[in-house]
C-alpha cells in the first residue's frame, strides 16, 4: 500500500463512522455504509468533505479511487484523477 492510500485509511479508521466499514483493496479504499445511507447526500458531499480532510495528509498526493456502497447502490470517486480518468476510459 502505498504512503498516500495508507494515510486515508488512517484517517477513514479514526472517523470511527457507525456501521461503516472500511476495506483497502488492490486499486481503491472500499466504504462500506449502512443500507439506509443517502449515497446522493454522500456523492454531492464528498468533494467538500474530501477536501477538509486532505489538510491532515502531508505526503505526496497519488489517484486513489473510493468505492461507495450502501448495500444497494454504488458509485466511485477518484481523487487526484490521472489522464485516463479524465479522458473516461
Known amino acids: ?41 454522500i456523492k454531492d ?7 477538509a480532510l486532505t489538510l491532515d495528509i502531508d505526503v505526496p498526493k497519488e489517484r486513489l479511487k473510493f468505492v461507495f456502497h450502501n448495500g444497494y447502490e454504488t458509485f466511485d470517486y477518484i481523487l487526484n484523477p490521472n489522464e485516463r480518468d479524465r479522458e473516461g476510459n
Not at 466504504?31 to 446522493?40: F, R
Not at 458531499?45 to 477536501?51: D, F, G, Q, V
Request: net charge neutral.
Open 45 to 51: 458531499n464528498i468533494p467538500n468533505t474530501i477536501a
Open 1 to 41: 500500500m502505498g504512503a498516500y492510500k495508507q494515510k486515508w485509511m488512517q484517517i477513514l479508521q479514526r472517523a470511527n463512522l457507525q456501521g461503516w466499514t472500511i476495506e483497502e483493496t488492490a486499486d481503491a479504499i472500499q466504504i462500506n455504509m449502512p443500507n439506509v445511507t443517502d449515497l446522493k447526500l
